[in-house]
């Protein structure tokens, strides 16, 4: 392309950070020949300080050369770091005309409120006689009480009564994760102060309260900085606040003081709310001869926070004991419990379980978001055809459907998923679980409880009697259990479970070999999905990468394309790992008359499998490739998750 005739699809980078500096470099390269500096910014996601400092750094070098830049399309992330800095000119991006620029000056929350449609008169005035009871509370937090306004409204509102900007840092895309501020949390925290981004020596601090001033002087006096402000939510800045903390900190270790200095339960608190803002899905905490270890397990991986003396781990055990209802004075057996933990905004299930071993107990928890909500099943990332092939069999009026991969994997999380799909009012749907991992609206759920003597089996056999139209059970695990969801299926019941097997074919040559006839599994089974987790890239500081000729050759048949893909480099935002957060892979077996035939004759699991694939399946492997194609994983991790299949 010769620039200077032509500007087609020229584009800001979809990352605006450091990492994309020489796409920055070949962009204004191109701009100052170009007939017109006219660019897209319609696929920014995020920005970071670096990012802006050199958007701004750019345009500034144009202007020098007599050359205008304008901005065309811009995303929310790249707007929202416009409105925090007020460059709306320098950017050429025009400012927001929505209700909140038209609020008068000096008019009072309640009227904002009104103004922005928030709300009526009825619910202020009900509000106000309220707060006349009330000294010690204002309006805005009365009126989030009774549920007259959300969060947002009200910091919308209070944005607009101070004539500040709104922006959600986390959400829009501009929390620079890397940001040096020198404030400690304890004082964000305390104050409700989210710190963001920073241009020059200027730095953009979200507020929950912009009336308290004093927030902004915190934050001069530690950085020495100007400080412009935004509004934002208190949720908003505590989800924030984990971020940063979880990149600076890494994995904060617990100090080998003694145990007068830190009370057990501090050190216990301090270990849960480390481990919630780290992502933490289970807490490990391990004897050895010498001492302790605590680790984490991070997006599928465990990692070291640090070594705890000895007396001071048995004493966590102990009070992990304690407070999940186990019986301290046994130590030869493995016990059950659960702990309930609050912590001002934290509200998680800590699924307790202890092991003897020849140093002493092992506790592991595992963290349970009670305020997580399930996802909808069109967000769980099936592809269209596996999407389709699920919707027909949890639809169906009867039949069984299983949801099949190793402990960890998210069986539990696509369950929720397509229960809050086929819930209705018209249905009266049960679950059987071990534990109940979260509430759902509209649903009956049981938590078996074996001390007691409600297992499985007596939890299922009950069910059948209180006229079910949906079953879910947590999970198959013998025969009884197997025979009494046969049995639920064939007499009118769609039955949804999970079962330990490697993929979606075995789940049938499981089932037999548990017990049941075969007959009996090819009549009701109606699909499997077999599923893993596949660690997803960091979009901050993926590279793009070329695999070799042998590589593409290998995986082919796969559904590896040839083209860019990418690897994981590391920064703060994923706290150096190259990745954050992860997404499903799926293999939806849909049981076709072929296959029923089949599985009536007691195949081996090979035999179905490969059936399967002709009729349609997608293997883990090949969805996995999938994820790979549109830049959302890695080779390795595919080939980790699907494995040979």
């Not at 959300?150 to 840092?169: G, S």
């Not at 001002?344 to 909500?373: C, F, Q, S, W, Y």
């Not at 939806?588 to 499998?609: C, E, F, H, W, Y």
Request: glycine letters at 6%; proline letters at 4%; a negative charge.
């Amino acid at each position: 392309m010769n620039p200077s005739t032509s500007t087609t699809n020229l584009s800001l980078p979809s990352v605006l950070n450091g990492a994309h500096s020489n796409e920055f470099d070949m962009l204004w390269q191109l701009l100052s020949t170009a007939d017109s500096c006219v660019v897209d910014a319609s696929n920014v996601i995020t920005v970071d300080s670096e990012g802006l400092q050199m958007l701004v750094d750019g345009v500034h070098a144009l202007h020098r050369q007599g050359r205008m830049l304008a901005i065309e399309n811009p995303s929310s992330a790249l707007r929202a770091a416009c409105n925090s800095f007020r460059l709306h000119e320098v950017l050429g991006i025009s400012e927001d005309t929505d209700a909140a620029s038209n609020i008068d000056n000096g008019a009072r929350l309640g009227e904002v409120l009104i103004q922005l449609g928030y709300s009526n008169d009825e619910d202020l005035n009900d509000s106000i006689e309220k707060s006349s009871e009330r000294p010690d509370s204002y309006l805005g937090q009365i009126m989030l009480e009774e549920g007259h306004i959300d969060e947002e409204q009200l910091a919308r509102a209070l944005a607009a009564q101070h004539d500040l900007p709104f922006v959600n840092p986390v959400n829009d895309g501009v929390l620079d994760v890397s940001l040096e501020c020198d404030v400690p949390f304890a004082e964000l925290r305390v104050h409700g102060i989210l710190p963001y981004l920073r241009l020059n020596d200027t730095l953009a601090v979200a507020l929950k309260d912009p009336a308290d001033v004093y927030a902004s002087d915190v934050v001069r006096k530690y950085t020495g900085l100007s400080v412009i402000t935004t509004v934002t939510t208190p949720e908003a800045i505590n989800i924030g606040l984990d971020q940063l903390q979880r990149a600076h900190s890494g994995s904060v270790a617990v100090e080998n003081t003694d145990e007068d200095e830190v009370p057990i339960e501090e050190r216990f608190n301090e270990i849960v709310v480390n481990a919630i803002i780290e992502g933490a899905s289970d807490i490990h905490i391990e004897p050895f001869q010498d001492n302790y270890l605590l680790r984490y397990r991070v997006d599928g991986r465990l990692h070291e926070v640090g070594p705890l003396a000895n007396d001071i781990g048995s004493s966590l055990v102990a009070r992990i004991k304690v407070a999940a209802g186990c019986d301290i004075s046994e130590k030869r057996l493995p016990q059950d419990g659960r702990i309930h933990y609050e912590d001002r905004t934290r509200d998680v299930d800590l699924r307790v379980n202890t092991l003897p071993t020849v140093h002493g107990e092992k506790a592991v928890m595992r963290i349970l978001n009670r305020n997580t909500e399930a996802l909808a099943l069109e967000h769980l990332g099936l592809t269209s055809n596996n999407s389709l092939w699920l919707n027909e069999a949890i639809n169906l009026p009867h039949g069984l459907v299983l949801v099949t991969g190793p402990t960890g994997s998210g069986k539990t999380t696509t369950l929720y998923s397509v229960l809050d799909e086929i819930v209705t009012p018209e249905t009266n749907v049960s679950t059987v679980e071990n534990p109940v991992e979260r509430s759902v609206q509209g649903v009956n759920q049981t938590q078996v409880n074996y001390k007691a003597g409600l297992s499985f089996e007596l939890c299922l056999r009950a069910l059948l009697r209180q006229d079910p139209d949906v079953i879910m059970i947590g999970e198959i695990r013998d025969k009884e259990t197997a025979e009494i969801a046969i049995e639920a299926a064939l007499t009118g019941h769609l039955v949804l479970a999970t079962l330990h097997t490697n993929d979606a074919p075995g789940a049938a040559s499981r089932l037999i070999q548990m017990g049941v006839e075969p007959f009996l599994v090819a009549a009701t089974l109606r699909a499997v999905i077999a599923q893993r987790l596949v660690r997803k890239l960091c979009d901050s500081c993926k590279r793009p990468i070329e695999h070799s000729e042998s590589v593409h050759d290998q995986y082919a048949k796969q559904g590896l394309e040839r083209q860019q893909h990418f690897a994981s480099a590391g920064c703060p935002a994923c706290r150096n790992t190259g990745y954050d957060g992860r997404r499903g892979v799926f293999e939806v077996m849909k049981v076709t008359d072929g296959l029923q035939d089949l599985i009536a004759s007691n195949p081996s699991s090979s035999d179905i499998r490969s059936l399967a694939l002709k009729e349609g399946m997608d293997s883990l492997l090949s969805d996995a490739f999938q994820r790979v194609n549109i830049g959302l994983t890695t080779v390795e991790e595919a080939l980790r998750a699907g494995g040979k299949s």
